[in-house]
């Protein structure tokens, strides 16, 4: 699979297997960028990644873009994060902007979308 990485405004796309680790992907952009590999953290989806654990088992999936900053402190590799971690690391709920939120309460109220007839003779009524 490839992989676009984006670093300090540069982008390697880069071809990896899935049973590859992060550490192992890590210390090919690290070559690449000139930075050691340790000072790198990779993100997918905004969520960090393990360095021990392999890019299929985090989810990575073939043509994803990760993005790779250097880490505040360095040390210890990435965190694996576990399932009590995991509601701790969830992203917060969606909310709406309020111009958003404005405008989806106009849709759902507004007087030209009033009721419609589904197929199967469903009644439909937007504002409820």
């Keep these: 699979m490839k992989v676009l990485v984006l670093f300090g405004g ?8 899935g049973t590859q ?4 992907l ?4 690290a070559a690449e960028a000139k930075v050691p590999a ?4 990779l993100q997918c989806r905004q969520q960090a990644l393990c360095d021990e654990l392999s890019l299929a088992e985090q989810g990575v999936e ?6 790779c900053a ?8 990435s965190p694996c994060r576990s399932d009590a971690d995991e509601s701790e690391t969830s992203r917060p709920p969606f909310r709406a902007s309020a111009s958003m939120a404005q405008r989806i309460r106009r849709l759902t ?8 007839n589904l197929p199967g003779g469903i009644l439909f009524d937007p504002r409820r």
């Design 38 to 41: 340790e000072e790198l953290e």
């Design 10 to 17: 540069a982008r390697y796309e880069l071809a990896v297997a």
């Design 62 to 67: 073939n043509r994803d873009r990760l993005t």
């Design 21 to 24: 680790t992060v550490l192992e």
């Design 109 to 116: 109220t507004d007087q030209e979308i009033g009721s419609s």
């Design 70 to 77: 250097r880490r505040r402190h360095c040390g210890a590799t």
């Design 26 to 29: 890590k210390e090919r952009v």
